[in-house]
C-alpha cells in the first residue's frame, strides 16, 4: 500500500511539473524561415490577455488586412502567410478583415469570439470563390503531449471536396472527411521526417502530394491547404522554447 501511495504522488507530481512546464513556455514560430517569438501561457494569463494572429490564406488577396473591434490589428498580410502573436485585452474579440490596395474598402468577412486570457488564438481568412470571403477564428493548441510533434490541418481550398490526409506509404488517415473552412483538429505524432498524401475523402485519388516535412519534439506544424483549380499550401511551426 505504501508503494502505491508514493507511486501515486510521484506520478501527481510529475503531471504538475508537465503541467507548469507547458504553460510557462515561450514559444517561438517559424514560417517561410521568418521566426518570432511570443509570451507564455502564464504570462499573458497574468496580464488578463490573449494572444492573436493573423493567417491569409487566400490565393487572389496579395493583401489583407485584419480589425480588431474596429482598430487595425494586422496590415499588408501577404496572401499565404501568417503574423506573428499580438497580446489582446478584449474579452469579446469582433474581427473584420479588409482588402488592401483596391479602392473598395468595404469589409470581406468577420467573426466574433469571446478570447480567454492566456490562450491562443489565429483568424483565417479564406476565399469561398472570388467574390465571397469567410473569417474563421480558431484557438491554438500549440504544444504536444510529450516527446511527440503535434500537426494540424486547415482546408482553406473552396473548390476542392472534404480531404483525407495520410503519411505517403501509410494505410490509415491521419485526418479524416476535412470540409472546408474546417480544421481536423491536432494529431500527436512520433517525431520524424514525414510526408503526406492529401486525398479525396474516401477514395485513393490523391490531389497533393506535401514533401517530407521535418517534425521536430515539442512543435506543433499547422498546414493549410488553398487553392481553387490547383490545391497548394503553405505551413507554419510553433516551438516550445527550452525554459
Known amino acids: 500500500m505504501a508503494v ?19 504553460d510557462d513556455a515561450k514559444i517561438e514560430t517559424t514560417s517561410k524561415g521568418e521566426t518570432n517569438e511570443s509570451p507564455s501561457a502564464d504570462v499573458t494569463d497574468a496580464r488578463g490577455t490573449a494572444m492573436l494572429r493573423f493567417v491569409n490564406a487566400t490565393e487572389e488577396l496579395r493583401f489583407a488586412s485584419l480589425q480588431l473591434n474596429g482598430t487595425l490589428l494586422f496590415d ?3 496572401a499565404a502567410s501568417v503574423t506573428d502573436y499580438r497580446e489582446i485585452d478584449k474579452r469579446v ?17 468577420t467573426d466574433n469570439k469571446v478570447l480567454e ?3 491562443r488564438y489565429s483568424a483565417f481568412l479564406m476565399s469561398e470563390n472570388m467574390t465571397t470571403r469567410r473569417l474563421r477564428l480558431v484557438e491554438d493548441e500549440v504544444i504536444p503531449d510529450s516527446g511527440k510533434a503535434r500537426i494540424r490541418i486547415v482546408h482553406a481550398a473552396s473548390g476542392s471536396p472534404a480531404i483525407d490526409v495520410r503519411a505517403v506509404n501509410g494505410t490509415d488517415n491521419l485526418f479524416s472527411n476535412v470540409t472546408f473552412a474546417n480544421d481536423g483538429g491536432y494529431r500527436d505524432v512520433e517525431p520524424a521526417s514525414l510526408s503526406l498524401q492529401v486525398r479525396e475523402k474516401g477514395t485513393s485519388k490523391v490531389l497533393l502530394t506535401i514533401p517530407a516535412m521535418n517534425l521536430q519534439r515539442g512543435s506543433a506544424t499547422t498546414i493549410v491547404i ?9 505551413t507554419f511551426t510553433d516551438t516550445m522554447m527550452p525554459r
Open 4 to 22: 502505491s501511495i508514493r507511486l501515486g504522488s510521484t506520478l501527481l507530481i510529475a503531471a504538475a511539473m508537465l503541467a507548469c512546464s507547458r
Open 76 to 78: 499588408s498580410v501577404k
Open 93 to 109: 474579440a469582433q474581427l473584420s478583415a479588409r482588402a488592401v490596395g483596391g479602392l473598395d474598402t468595404a469589409s470581406l468577412a
Open 117 to 119: 486570457d492566456g490562450n
Open 226 to 234: 488553398s487553392g481553387s483549380t490547383k490545391l497548394a499550401y503553405f
